[in-house]
C-alpha cells in the first residue's frame, strides 16, 4: 500500500478521528472488526433514503455515480465544473484536497459561486454536523470553487405527510455558514493530526466515555475484548445517575460490592448494592398486594412499531412510532392461557386494522398489562385521533392499563439483572428457559422492525415473507408471555 493511500482521509474519517484516534486507525486497518447493529444499520439505511428523496427535492441536476471509484468520481466532477454553458446543481460531486476526500451531497449554483447543502436524517444540527460541513467546506474551497452559503438540510419533525408522494416540506434548510467558517480553521491540524496517527501503530487507548460520544462506536466489541475482565458489579450498573458513578470511578472505585453502602442515598441504587454484595434477589412482598387484586380476565399486551425517517402513509410524521404488530395473551382466573395476535405485512397502512382488531380481543373490561405505559398508550392516544370513530373506546383502554414496569423496578432485583429493568434482562432471572437468544431472525425491537422492513419489501420471496412472519410473531409473543411470568414472579407463585 502506498504512503498516500495509507494516510488518505475522508470527512468521516476526521469525524470518527475526533471522536477516538483509535477508531479512525481501526476504521482504516481493521475495518473486519467493525459490528453493524439493527440500529446502526436503520440509521445507514433512513439516511441513503433522505438523500435521494433530497434529490428529487431540489430538483433537476447532474449526479456524480461512481461510488467505488474516486478518481472517476473526481474526473466527472471536475468536467461537471468545467464544462460551458449553464451550471447545473450536482448531487454527490467529488473533491480531493492534500489527499482528503469528500462527497457533497448538493452543490448548487448561485451568483459569484455555488451554495453547499449537507442533507442529514436527523431532526435538527449537531455539532458534529457543523465538522463534516466544515471540512467539506475546507476541501471544495481549496480546489478553487467559490461557497457563498453551507447550508444543512435536516427533517422537521412538525410534517405531516399528506399522501400522493408530495414530501415538499419534509426537510427544513438551516444556514450555517459562520459556525462552518469558524470551524474550517482547524481542518489543517485534524488533517496533519490524523495523517500522523495513520502512519503510527493502532493507538492504545482504552474504552471509556468517548465510546459513546457522539456515536456509539462500532469497535466497542474488539475494543473491550483485549482488556482485562472487569468486574463482575461495576459500580456503572449504577444507571441514570452519571455524576454518582463519575464521582465513585475517580476515587478508584470500579467494583460496586466495593462501595460503603451509606454512600448510596437512591433507594434503587442501595438496592442493587445490597443484591450485588450478597448474591441474593431482592423480593419485596408488597408486590403481590397490587398485584392480587386485579380482576379477570387478564390482558397482557406488547406492540411493535416502525418509525420511518420519510413517512410512508398519510396523516403520520417523520420518525413517529406506527403501530404494525400487537400480541396479547389472555389469562383466565383458572390460570389459562390464549395468546391472540395481529400482524401486519401487507406493506399497506397498518393502523385501521390494528385498532379495530385491538379493541375486539380487549373487550370492554379486565386490567390490561404492559410494561412501560408511555410506549403502548401514546400509540394508543395516536390511533384515537387518527380514527374519531373509535377514538372513545380507544381512549378508554389506558384507563385500564397497569404498568408493571414501575412496580418491578420498586418491589424486584435479580444481581444478574445487573442494573437493569428491560424485560429481556429480568426474564432469564424468573424464566430461565424462555431465552431470547434462542429466538431465529428477530430477538429484540430493532431486529423486529427489520425484519418487518424486509417482509414489506415487494421483492422478497414469499417462502421468506413467511419465515419472517412467524419469526415476529414468536418475537411479540414472548414478550406477552415474559409479562405473564412476571406477574407470577411478582405474586410469589
Ligand atoms: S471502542 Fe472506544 S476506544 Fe475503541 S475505538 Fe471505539 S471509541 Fe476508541
Known amino acids: 500500500m502506498s504512503s498516500s493511500a495509507v494516510t488518505r482521509l475522508s470527512k468521516s474519517r476526521i469525524v470518527a478521528g475526533l471522536q477516538c484516534e483509535r477508531r479512525l486507525w481501526l476504521s482504516t486497518y481493521q475495518r473486519d472488526a467493525m459490528e453493524t447493529t439493527p440500529g446502526s444499520q436503520a440509521v445507514l439505511d433512513a439516511g441513503n433514503d433522505v438523500g435521494d428523496l433530497a434529490r428529487e427535492l431540489y430538483g433537476p441536476g447532474l449526479l456524480i455515480g461512481h461510488v467505488e471509484n474516486m478518481s472517476k468520481a473526481l474526473a466527472e466532477t471536475a468536467a461537471a465544473l468545467q464544462g460551458r454553458g449553464k451550471r447545473k446543481t450536482l448531487y454527490e460531486a467529488a473533491f480531493q484536497y492534500q489527499d482528503v476526500l469528500v462527497r457533497a451531497d448538493v452543490l448548487k449554483p448561485v451568483p459569484g459561486g455555488y451554495d453547499l447543502i449537507e442533507v442529514k436524517s436527523s431532526t435538527s444540527v449537531k455539532d458534529y454536523h457543523l465538522v463534516d460541513c466544515a471540512i467539506q467546506a475546507w476541501v471544495i474551497q481549496n480546489t478553487g470553487i467559490t461557497l457563498r452559503r453551507v447550508h444543512l438540510a435536516h427533517i422537521d419533525t412538525a410534517f405531516v405527510y399528506g399522501g400522493d408522494g408530495d414530501y415538499s416540506g419534509l426537510l427544513v434548510t438551516e444556514d450555517i455558514t459562520a459556525e462552518v467558517a469558524d470551524l474550517t480553521k482547524q ?15 493502532e493507538p492504545s487507548i482504552t474504552t471509556g466515555e468517548q465510546c459513546s460520544k457522539p456515536f456509539d462506536c462500532p469497535f466497542f ?3 473491550r475484548s483485549q482488556e482485562p475482565q472487569g468486574p463482575k458489579y461495576p459500580v456503572t450498573i449504577l444507571k441514570r445517575s452519571a455524576a454518582l458513578t463519575r464521582a465513585l470511578l475517580d476515587e478508584g472505585y470500579m467494583d460496586l460490592r466495593k462501595v460503603p453502602a451509606e454512600r448510596l442515598t437512591n433507594p ?25 387484586g386485579l380482576g379477570f ?15 410512508r402513509w398519510a396523516d403520520t410524521r417523520p420518525y413517529q412510532h406506527v403501530p404494525f404488530q400487537w400480541s396479547c395473551q389472555i389469562e383466565q382466573r383458572d390460570g389459562s392461557l390464549k395468546e391472540h395476535a395481529f400482524l401486519d405485512l401487507s406493506g399497506e397502512d397498518p393502523t ?31 390511533l384515537a385521533t387518527w380514527f374519531p370513530d373509535m377514538a372513545d373506546t380507544l381512549l378508554a383502554l389506558i384507563e385500564r392499563m397497569v404498568d408493571l414496569l414501575p412496580i418491578t423496578r420498586e418491589h424486584y432485583y435479580h444481581p444478574a439483572m445487573l442494573g437493569s429493568w428491560s424485560i429481556k434482562s429480568i426474564l432469564p432471572t424468573i424464566a430461565p428457559e424462555l431465552n431470547y437468544n434462542e429466538l431465529d431472525d428477530v430477538a429484540d425491537g430493532g431486529q423486529a422492525q427489520l425484519a418487518y422492513l424486509e417482509a414489506i419489501h415487494p421483492e422478497t420471496p414469499i417462502d421468506r415473507r413467511a419465515a419472517l412472519d412467524t419469526a415476529l410473531r414468536r418475537y411479540c409473543g414472548r414478550d406477552t408471555i415474559a409479562m405473564v411470568r412476571l406477574l407470577q414472579a411478582l405474586a410469589g407463585r
Open 268 to 292: 434503587v441504587h442501595q438496592r442493587i448494592h445490597a443484591a450485588s454484595v450478597t448474591g441474593r434477589p431482592f423480593l419485596d412482598p408488597a408486590a403481590a398486594e397490587h398485584l392480587d
Open 352 to 382: 385501521r386494522n390494528f385498532a379495530e382488531s385491538l379493541l375486539r380481543t380487549l373487550g370492554k373490561r379486565g386490567p390490561i398489562l404492559v410494561y412501560n405505559q408511555s410506549f403502548e398508550a401514546g400509540r394508543v392516544k395516536e
Open 187 to 201: 481542518v489543517p491540524t485534524w488533517v496533519r493530526t490524523f495523517q500522523n496517527v495513520l502512519r503510527g501503530k
Open 221 to 223: 466489541e474488539h475494543c
Open 297 to 311: 380476565p387478564r390482558y397482557y399486551l406488547d406492540f411493535e412499531t416502525i418509525n420511518f425517517a420519510i413517512p
